[in-house]
Nanobody, 124 residues
Framework: QVQLVESGGGLVQAGGSLRLSCSASGLAFNIYTMGWFRQAPGKDREFVAA????????NFADSVKGRFTIYRDNAKNTVSLQMNSLKPEDTAVYYC?????????????????WGQGTQVTVSS
């Protein structure tokens, strides 16, 4: 059974930082591209960042470029999202997702598995 479990969410002031982590089990982690998506209240789930299964390439939404970094540890089956210079508009539930052998795409339907999400709240 595939499980993706996010952690690291919380409340932070604008300008602060958070690091989200996603721990994966039940899948061959090193052949899955890992992505982060987020969903704010009343809005659609949107792409944030992705890292290719071999770590060879990354992709970021324009809204987070230069502020967020994604990295993975295939030995530990984890992917992390370092979020710096956080803004109130970054407030959302953040979801980890896994897609087998896919490029670093921003389309939700490309990802096979999803975590339950972790709340990030940025106060102004």
């Amino acid at each position: 059974q595939v499980q993706l479990v996010e952690s690291g969410g919380g409340l932070v002031q604008a300008g602060g930082s958070l690091r989200l982590s996603c721990s994966a089990s039940g899948l061959a982690f090193n052949i899955y591209t890992m992505g982060w998506f987020r969903q704010a209240p009343g809005k659609d789930r949107e792409f944030v960042a992705a890292i290719r299964w071999n770590g060879g390439s990354t992709n970021f939404a324009d809204s987070v470029k230069g502020r967020f970094t994604i990295y993975r540890d295939n030995a530990k089956n984890t992917v992390s999202l370092q979020m710096n210079s956080l803004k109130p508009e970054d407030t959302a539930v953040y979801y980890c997702a896994a897609g087998k052998f896919i490029p670093v795409v921003d389309t939700r339907h490309s990802y096979n598995y999803w975590g339950q999400g972790t709340q990030v709240t940025v106060s102004s």
